[in-house]
């Protein structure tokens, strides 16, 4: 995902200029250097006034499916619009008087679009698409003449081909780093702030206030790592990531750690387990549930247990996974 | 009091409030509105209104099966619709900022318009039948597959392209009634995204089919011959 700029919508605050840690915004051709862009980093697309810079994929998902039929159907209407656009263009080439040569022209124009975009619709609409490549390599097989630009066809499959794929392949090992680093941080984030628990315990407050702040930068790390590595989808994906992940713990991950820590005779362990893998399915539910009612305008509160982590949607009367008061759950 | 919709841009003729700036005053029944009257939004003729009841068409019957194939035979394609094909890639990569793969994209639509050939024609009468037909045959087919296999895209470009033909088609037919006279101290706007043409001193603020804004209508001069 790099940064564009839509000249119309620029306004020249250069606030873009400001903030781009790359120097990717700071062009003379008005627009974004795809090359020193840094991958989903957005911090012009945030800090332009004007709305003018949007981020767009490196690559697009596959074209939709279209039917035969439909196919058949463009095609034939997009051969009797270039039709009328040539017949337009000889009118207007061969006319004597200006107002006559003007209309064929306005209409030579005006087939040529229509022709343009039924074609567009008939399976080409992005230009780096799978389609196209394969469009242009049967090209290359056609018997054509000596003039036929063969070259241009070869380094347009080459230039299309590298749309397609540059992303996956310098993202691979640094997609792998982005989650390494984004678990890292993420780590270091809930590590700093039972250490600046167990500081503010002890009295340290200066320690303390640390440790918060170091929690806090490591969060800012991991948030931007995460996004980076494009792993922030729609809320409708997120919501379905969710459920997968609150599935996957309370299901196979807690259950053999709960038995190895009751073999163990870890009483402790045995708890935080339990309490964990009970709020987990909890969650998935609730996950489950968001999703099935995004589009569901009722706003809804969710209250959350402080101290094993259960979350209801109203104050029970003691919490149904650890038994805490129903007044200590904190209202969101 | 009946209401009559244009079917290029979608303004109502309502006859109970007429169209007072056009000369149609409160009150005046459709059939008594003059033949010369045009949409006051896009310029259409009487002819291309219709009434508000009246709106579903009388699409052919055609119940394709729904089979799918992304690729279309090249060979099939004459070289003028290769021109348009590439013409059109070309500017899907400027849209991107991709101006390596544009100029490329741009030079084969060059390359086949050059070696494309014309028919023999007989100049604005063979436009005027060709768009004829499109109205009356090839519209109403390819918009009942389009609709029946649910291809919101083609249901989209069928749609502006049926009501851009509509347009050119009543620009032709006053051409061929009173030669250039209606072009007399008139500018002419085609809209560069859906092709669009509008006849009148300045271009609507937004093109009545696609909807871009007066921007993206581009003025074709008159050149001295």
Aim: hydrophobic share 35%.
């Amino acid at each position: 995902m790099h940064a564009v700029r839509n000249i119309r919508l620029c306004t020249k605050d250069c606030l873009c200029l400001y903030v781009c840690p790359t120097g990717a915004t700071d062009t003379e051709n008005g627009q974004i250097d795809a090359d020193t862009c840094i991958s989903g980093c957005r911090a012009c697309v945030d800090a332009c006034p004007s709305h003018a810079i949007s981020l767009v994929p490196d690559t697009y998902p596959p074209q939709q499916e279209k039917s035969k039929d439909v196919i058949a159907q463009l095609m034939d209407l997009a051969e009797k619009k270039v039709e009328q656009e040539s017949i337009a263009e000889e009118i207007s080439a061969s006319a004597d008087d200006p107002a006559t040569k003007q209309l064929a022209e306005a209409l030579a124009i005006s087939n040529k679009l229509m022709a343009e975009d039924l074609i567009r619709e008939s399976g080409y609409m992005l230009p780096q698409s799978e389609n196209v490549k394969e469009m242009l390599e049967s090209l290359l097989s056609l018997e054509m003449g000596g003039d036929f630009p063969k070259q241009t066809i070869k380094d347009l499959i080459e230039l299309i081909s590298k749309n397609n794929t540059t992303e996956v392949k310098n993202m691979s090992k640094t997609k792998d780093n982005l989650m390494d680093a984004f678990a890292g941080e993420s780590q270091a984030n809930r590590k700093y702030l039972a250490f600046a628990k167990k500081a503010e315990a002890e009295g340290h407050t200066n320690a303390a206030k640390l440790f918060k702040a170091a929690s806090d930068a490591e969060t800012i790390h991991a948030l931007r790592h995460f996004e980076v590595a494009g792993k922030v989808g729609s809320t409708a994906d997120n919501l379905k990531t969710g459920v997968e992940g609150e599935t996957y713990e309370y299901k196979d991950m807690y259950p053999p750690f709960v038995e190895q820590a009751e073999a163990e005779g870890n009483t402790a362990a045995v708890r935080t387990f339990t309490f964990a893998m009970k709020a987990e399915e909890v969650h998935a539910a609730l996950y489950q549930e968001a999703l099935d009612t995004l589009d569901n305008d009722e706003e809804v509160f969710y209250y959350l247990c402080p101290v094993c982590g259960n979350i209801e949607k109203f104050v029970p009367d003691k919490c149904s996974i650890c038994g805490v008061p129903g007044e200590k759950f904190i209202k969101y | 009091m009946s209401k009559y919709v244009c079917t290029i841009c979608g303004y109502v003729y309502d006859e109970a409030l007429g169209d007072p700036d056009g000369g149609i005053a409160p009150g005046t029944k459709w059939e008594d509105v003059p033949e010369d009257w045009v949409c006051p939004v896009c310029g259409a003729e009487k002819s291309a209104f219709e009434a508000v009841e009246s709106k579903e068409k009388n699409a052919a019957s055609i119940k394709p099966k729904p089979e799918t194939a992304q690729k279309h035979e090249l060979s099939k394609m004459s070289f003028r619709a290769m021109s348009s094909l590439f013409s059109n890639l070309a500017k899907g990569s400027e849209k991107q900022y991709r101006m390596a793969e544009a100029e490329k994209f741009n030079e084969l639509a060059q390359y086949f318009k050059s070696i494309a050939s014309n028919k023999a024609h007989d100049g604005f009468e063979t436009l005027g039948r060709m768009t004829a037909e499109n109205i009356e045959k090839d519209f109403p087919s390819s918009n009942a597959i389009a609709k029946e296999l649910s291809d919101r895209g083609a249901q989209r470009a069928l749609l502006w392209a049926e009501k851009v033909t509509r347009i050119v088609a009543s620009t032709i037919s006053k051409y061929e009634k009173s030669g250039t006279e209606f072009l007399d101290d008139k500018n002419i706007f085609v809209c560069e995204i859906c092709g669009f043409v509008y006849i009148g001193d300045e271009p609507p603020e937004i093109c009545p089919v696609c909807k871009v804004p007066k921007f993206k209508i581009r003025k074709i001069e008159r050149k001295v011959v």
